[in-house]
Structures are given as C-alpha cells and as structure tokens.
C-alpha cells in the first residue's frame, strides 16, 4: 500500500479564486489481471476511458473531506488515486474546454461525445506558472542512485536546493518532485556519473505534467 495524503497535503496552495487539483482514481494497464488470458478493455486507453472517478479538489477541507471516499473506491474497484500536483483553474479549465469546443464547430460536421470535455480540459489546463513542478520517475532500479540523481538536479539551471526537491513514493519506486530544470545539462550528468559507476540504465524518465501516486492499496 502506499498512502502519500500526508504527504501531498503539504503542497498544495490554494491562492487564486478557482485554484484546484486534478484527481483521478485510474485502472493501470499493466494492472490488467487478463482473466482466461483475455485483456480487459476497461484496463485499456486513455485516461479519461480508464479513470472510474474524476476530482477537482478546491481546497485543503475538501481533499480532507474526500480522503475516506477515494481509499475506499481504490480498495473496493482496485484503482489507483492520482493526483497532478501542476495546480489547476476553474476558468483555464474553462478556457480549454471553450477552445475544444470551438474546434470542433469549425472543424465539420463530426462531433466527439462531450462526457470527456471536464477530464480533458483539467488534463491540459496547467495553471501552475512559475510554480510548474517536474516529476523524476526513480523506479526500482534506480533507487541506489535517487540521491546521485538529486544531486544533480540541484546542479542544472534554474537551481533549486536539495530540501525543496520532494520524494513522492511509488508502488516499486519513488517520484521526485522539482522545479523545471535543464534536460539536457541533467543527462550530461548522468552520462558522466553512469560511466563512472559503469551502470548501463539511462536516465530515467522525466515527465512535464503528469500525475504522481495518492493512494494505492
């Protein structure tokens, strides 16, 4: 089980009229139990097709409040809790859906059917500014290394200190959370520090705006 309300409860800010966090309670696809060897499509897709429930959480009483309900739909439906920790805004929400919408008109004739409109535009509303985090996926075989790999996060321009660098578990890993930083100087680093310690993995994967683990049982 890994449970990061804690955790996560810390970073979040709510400053803005609107300010929210996107939540989703999601099938894994390499959680796919494939009874009688057979894929089951709910497991399959995108996000929006795989996610039994959506939340936008608009404050600290109101992830307090859904905490029991989101662990208990994850036990219950064997689903993972994520959450994007880039903040989210009602009106950009808004904006983006007003944007697909308006495509869509001017595009033809053919419409999408617009249940996916609310997840769609909270996936690619990222309000978050000049608060926009990174998340570093340090799975199993990089956990020796997660502290090398701070490190060097910490060297990359913009720099940022190593205590504002936050570790997020995982089910057979850990995020770290930063600040956006300089790909490419991060994978000279690596390049340089895998040699010297003649591993052969390379870097691992680092990812813009997706979400991190809540709550998986």
């Given at each position: 089980?890994?449970?990061?309300?804690k955790?996560?409860?810390?970073?979040?800010?709510?400053?803005?009229?609107?300010?929210c966090?996107?939540?989703?309670?999601?099938?894994?696809?390499?959680?796919?139990?494939?009874?009688?060897?057979?894929?089951?499509?709910?497991?399959?897709?995108?996000?929006?097709?795989?996610?039994?429930?959506?939340?936008?959480?608009?404050?600290?009483?109101?992830?307090?409040?859904k905490?029991?309900?989101?662990?208990?739909?994850?036990?219950?439906?064997?689903?993972?809790?994520?959450?994007?920790?880039?903040?989210?805004?009602?009106?950009?929400?808004?904006?983006?859906?007003?944007?697909?919408?308006?495509?869509?008109?001017?595009?033809?004739?053919?419409?999408?059917?617009?249940?996916?409109?609310?997840?769609?535009?909270?996936?690619?509303?990222?309000?978050?500014?000049?608060?926009?985090?990174?998340?570093?996926?340090?799975?199993?075989?990089?956990?020796?290394?997660?502290?090398?790999?701070?490190?060097?996060?910490?060297?990359?321009?913009?720099?940022?200190?190593?205590?504002?660098?936050?570790?997020?578990?995982?089910?057979?890993?850990l995020?770290?959370?930063?600040?956006?930083?300089?790909?490419?100087?991060m994978?000279?680093?690596?390049?340089?520090?895998?040699?010297?310690?003649?591993?052969?993995?390379?870097?691992?994967?680092?990812?813009?705006?997706?979400?991190?683990?809540?709550?998986?049982?």
């Amino acid at each position: 089980m890994v449970d990061n309300f804690k955790i996560i409860r810390t970073l979040l800010k709510f400053e803005k009229p609107g300010d929210c966090y996107y939540v989703q309670l999601l099938r894994r696809q390499s959680d796919d139990p494939k009874i009688g060897g057979i894929p089951n499509p709910a497991y399959h897709g995108n996000m929006y097709s795989r996610s039994l429930k959506d939340y936008l959480i608009s404050s600290l009483v109101h992830f307090d409040e859904k905490e029991e309900e989101i662990k208990t739909l994850c036990k219950t439906f064997d689903v993972r809790a994520y959450i994007r920790l880039n903040k989210r805004n009602y009106k950009d929400i808004s904006m983006a859906i007003f944007k697909h919408i308006t495509e869509e008109i001017c595009s033809g004739d053919t419409y999408a059917s617009p249940f996916h409109l609310i997840s769609s535009g909270a996936g690619r509303a990222n309000s978050a500014g000049k608060e926009k985090t990174w998340i570093v996926d340090v799975d199993a075989e990089y956990i020796l290394h997660k502290n090398a790999i701070a490190d060097m996060i910490t060297k990359c321009e913009p720099f940022q200190a190593r205590e504002d660098i936050i570790e997020i578990p995982t089910k057979h890993g850990l995020h770290l959370i930063a600040k956006p930083f300089n790909h490419q100087k991060m994978n000279d680093f690596w390049q340089n520090y895998s040699t010297e310690q003649g591993i052969t993995l390379s870097l691992c994967d680092i990812h813009k705006d997706n979400p991190t683990i809540l709550y998986v049982k």
